[in-house]
């Protein structure tokens, strides 16, 4: 079993930056992709952001390219996304997962935090 806490949001002007940080505990070395997701109310729920945990590689949504970073800390069992020049469009419930096998790392993850409420105002 994999455990996800998120923690970071919060509210923010337009512009303005955060760090969203999701620990992890369990199985989490077994992992092969850790990634970021959104759900914005009304909307489903979007995938934002992925690093493949063995090689490091990060993949990210063309929404948020150039302007969020995916990074983990494999010491500290921690999952980090830094988010830069923020818009109102961002705002959402982001949540940290965990997938455990192969494949593309956009989706068919197995494993979810509960999320964390990032709100940008114009």
């Known amino acids: 079993l994999v455990r996800l806490v998120e923690s970071g949001g919060g509210s923010v002007q337009a512009g303005g930056s955060l760090r969203l940080s999701c620990a992890a505990s369990?199985?989490?070395?077994?992992?092969?992709?850790m990634g970021w997701f959104r759900q914005a109310p009304g909307k489903g729920r979007e995938w934002v952001a992925a690093?493949?945990?063995?090689?490091?590689?990060?993949v990210y949504a063309d929404s948020v390219e150039g302007r969020f970073t995916i990074s983990q800390d494999n010491a500290k069992n921690k999952l980090y996304l830094q988010m830069n020049n923020l818009k109102p469009e961002d705002t959402a419930m982001y949540y940290c997962?965990?997938?455990?096998?192969?494949?593309?790392?956009?989706?068919?993850?197995?494993?979810w935090g509960r999320g964390t409420q990032v709100t940008v105002s114009s």
């Open positions: 997962a965990a997938k455990m096998y192969g494949g593309s790392c956009g989706a068919n993850y197995n494993y």
């Open positions: 369990g199985y989490t070395y077994a992992s092969y992709c």
């Open positions: 690093i493949y945990t063995v090689v490091g590689n990060t």
